[in-house]
């Protein structure tokens, strides 16, 4: 049996009787202001005109000061305010790239590395992944154009499901507390990265017993695996582009981490 809580009419009407009260208050203090301030700047005028008896020095001044209202909007508003809105716009993207690190760095290299020492297909894709310090713009487009094409297939029966499961488990309240930040909704590609992976942690976690799938279902997960591991390695290059333009000795860590070069080490040689 469902219980509905009571509905008061008249208190509903009070509160919106208050606030209409208090809209109409705000509304008067404003035209009270606007009123005050036309009668200040009439009375300089006027006394302006008793000193000095020139009404045309008045007129040219006055006009000057209304036609030097356009440019002030003009300024406000295409200049200083684009240049607010830049600013602004880089903050929130260097933001946005600190939560794309940290996912990376706890949680998308490890499974791009996983993922991709069970791709049949890894030696295209270190053709074009494998980078070094004279990696030029050719050589992203082609990455892209690659990424766009690859098949990103995996063998489901060398991958520890159970293994997998633990990992993203563990992992889990970080990408909830990630897929919450109100960065990310102006970052639609990193999002669909996180319902990937985060989606492929509900098929797993929601699986008691791995060992009893059948081939329908570990079909099923692999297609949730390779739509994760597109998505990751997709994300990982438009990262790694950052990092190179902007943070060289993360880019150069990136590097010896690569998760598509399975020489990759962290120790100089």
């Known amino acids: 049996m469902l219980i509905y809580p009571p509905i008061y009419p008249g208190r509903v009407t009070s509160i919106t009787l208050a606030e209409k ?51 002030e909007v003009l300024l406000v508003t295409l200049v200083f305010h684009q240049v607010l809105e830049n600013r602004d716009r880089n903050q929130k993207f260097e933001k946005l790239n600190m939560v794309i690190g940290t996912f990376f760095s706890t949680v998308g290299t490890h499974l791009l590395t996983y993922f991709s020492d069970t791709d049949p297909n890894l ?31 995996i063998d489901i029966c060398s991958i520890d499901l159970e ?59 692999a297609g949730d695996i390779q739509r994760a591991y597109g998505h990751l390695a997709r994300q990982w290059l438009e990262y790694m582009m950052y990092l190179k333009a902007n943070y060289p000795y993360l880019f150069s860590l990136a590097m010896r981490t690569n998760p598509f070069d399975e020489k990759a080490s962290v120790y100089f040689t």
């Open 163 to 221: 293994g997998l499961r633990d990992f993203l488990t563990a992992k889990e309240d970080l990408l909830i507390r990630m897929l919450e930040n109100p960065i990310l909704l102006e970052h639609e590609t990193f999002t669909e990265t996180l319902r990937a992976v985060f989606h492929l942690t509900e098929e797993l976690k929601n699986r008691k017993d791995l060992s009893v799938c059948g081939d329908p279902d570990l079909e099923h997960l």
């Open 21 to 71: 009260k208090d809209s109409m208050k705000d509304s008067r203090w404003q035209m009270r202001l606007a009123l005050l301030l036309l009668c200040a700047a009439f009375v300089v005028y006027f006394l302006h005109y008793l000193i000095f008896h020139d009404f045309h020095h008045i007129a040219i001044y006055f006009v000057g000061d209304v036609a030097f209202i356009f440019i």
């Open 123 to 153: 030696s295209s894709l270190k053709e074009r992944m494998v980078f070094t310090g004279e990696w030029n713009r050719e050589d992203v487009q082609s990455a892209r154009k690659l990424l766009q094409s690859h098949s990103f297939e």
